[in-house]
T-cell receptor
């Protein structure tokens, strides 16, 4: 069966520090991969999505970047965190051509 | 951009009662999905309804879709305390666009 792993679960980082959040999927090949951010009490905002290795699409301009070095690995990064980067980050995957998305458990990022 | 908008924003009911949440969207869709999110956790897919369907059931869940009004509703029958969560509608193919969600509180 397919599983998605996202870590860490919580993270407190100072302003100006770098960020690396990792997401891996098991049990499937060539998935679509997504990074979403959720502000407190809000819906989900799509940040990045990828349909294949090295293929990244960005939905909104921001202080973050994403990379897909391997088929089932998706990484969210920042060189210098801002206070406004605080939030709940969710990784998700879907089968290409299928709509249903499967989410990781999320990372609560607090920038102080 | 926000495609789906759920209402109410929050709903508080007693166990055994039914809970109805609504979703409105702006553009034409191929399908609409509902997801559930427990506090501080990831989202879990509940049900998908296609644009040519008007109603769909899954256990205690009933979803309706009215494409003429660009709206959908999620009904949870005989609610339980464990149904306490946020519920989101989502539209799109591949990249999903989510509403802001309805926070449901079911009290024992």
């Amino acid at each position: 069966s397919q599983t998605i792993h996202q870590w860490p679960a919580t993270l407190v980082q100072p302003v100006g520090s770098p960020l690396s959040l990792e997401c891996t999927v098991e049990g499937t090949s060539n998935p679509n991969l997504y990074w979403y951010r959720q502000a407190a009490g809000r819906g989900l905002q799509l940040l990045f999505y990828s349909v294949g290795i090295g293929q990244i699409s960005s939905e909104v301009p921001q202080n973050l970047s994403a990379s897909r070095p391997q088929d089932r690995q998706f990484i969210l990064s920042s060189k210098k965190l801002l206070l406004s980067d605080s939030g709940f980050y969710l990784c998700a995957w879907s089968v290409q051509g299928v709509t249903e998305a499967f989410f990781g458990q999320g990372t609560r990022l607090t920038v102080v | 951009s926000q495609q789906g908008e759920e209402d109410p924003q929050a709903l508080s009911i007693q166990e055994g009662e039914n809970a109805t949440m609504n979703c409105s969207y702006k553009t034409s869709i191929n399908n609409l999905q509902w997801y559930r999110q427990n506090s501080g956790r990831g989202l879990v897919h509940l049900i998908l309804i296609r644009s040519n369907e008007r109603e769909k059931h899954s256990g205690r869940l009933r979803v309706t879709l009215d494409t003429s009004k660009k709206s959908s509703s999620l009904l949870i029958t005989a609610s339980r305390a464990a149904d306490t969560a946020s519920y989101f509608c989502a539209t799109g193919l591949g990249t999903l666009t989510f509403g802001k969600g309805t926070m449901l509180l079911v009290s024992p």
